[in-house]
């Protein structure tokens, strides 16, 4: 059965860095072909995808937040970790981590944590 | 890169009508195109990959067809519970951004 679940602050003041964690159960990173991902939704929006990465350090960023994204990956603890610099109040939304299958592309998605930027 | 339109931007039925929603590429994606459903305070859940393949568990009222720039997905005799937004997503080409979706409203 596969899981996921997201962790971290669910406030962080503009300007700062947010670092969130998914830590995921039921499968494998050193699977050829699956990724984790992470998606957000700003309030009253629609889904984002921000990026993801795969077993051999390949990574995907959303070309509109690639400067401010790093997806880093510890496959001994199953946890991926996002970290977005610069934050904005624009920025607030919930954040999604999700399994990504070769074929099926996110089919298991973790609940969900709501991150809020303010001062 | 490649842009997702959807179409309607919101859908008002009710309950027991077809909904028809529309996906629509800018450029050919081929059969690789998943959609989703997605309902407040919920993870988004994922109905249809490649077009026309619902993925497990899925009721059989849901039904995905198209290829190349062009794609549907329908809902056939609407339950209270379809009530909820709707998201395309290609995956023929980095990035792979989500369409902006369809609202399925009750009417």
């Known amino acids: 059965q596969i899981t996921l679940k997201e962790s971290g602050p669910t406030l962080v003041k503009p300007t700062q860095t947010l670092t969130l964690t998914c830590t995921f159960s039921g499968f494998s990173l050193s699977t050829s072909g699956v990724a984790v991902a992470w998606i957000r939704q700003p309030p009253g929006k629609a889904l984002e995808w921000l990026g993801l990465?795969?077993?051999?350090?390949?990574?995907h960023y959303s070309p509109s937040l690639k400067t401010r994204l790093t997806i880093t990956k510890d496959p001994s603890k199953n946890q991926v970790v996002l970290t977005m610099t610069n934050m904005d109040p624009l920025d607030t939304g919930t954040y999604y981590c999700?399994?990504?299958?070769?074929?099926?592309?996110?089919?298991?998605w973790g609940q969900g944590t709501l991150v809020t930027v303010s001062s | 890169e490649i842009v997702l339109t959807q179409s309607p931007a919101t859908l008002s039925l009710s309950p027991g009508e077809r909904a028809t929603l529309s996906c629509r590429a800018s450029?050919?994606?081929?059969?690789?195109l998943a959609w989703y459903q997605h309902k407040p305070g919920q993870a988004p859940r994922l109905l249809i990959y490649?077009?026309?393949n619902r993925a497990t568990g899925i009721p059989a009222r849901f039904s995905g067809s198209g290829s190349g720039t062009d794609f549907t997905l329908t809902i056939d005799s609407l339950e209270p519970e379809d009530f909820a937004v709707y998201y395309c997503?290609?995956?023929?080409?980095?990035?792979?951004?989500f369409g902006q979706g369809t609202r399925l409203e009750i009417k």
């Open positions: 999700a399994h990504r299958d070769p074929v099926k592309i996110f089919d298991y």
């Open positions: 997503q290609q995956r023929s080409s980095w990035p792979i951004p």
């Open positions: 490649d077009a026309s």
């Open positions: 990465v795969y077993r051999a350090d390949e990574r």
């Open positions: 450029q050919s994606v081929s059969s690789l």
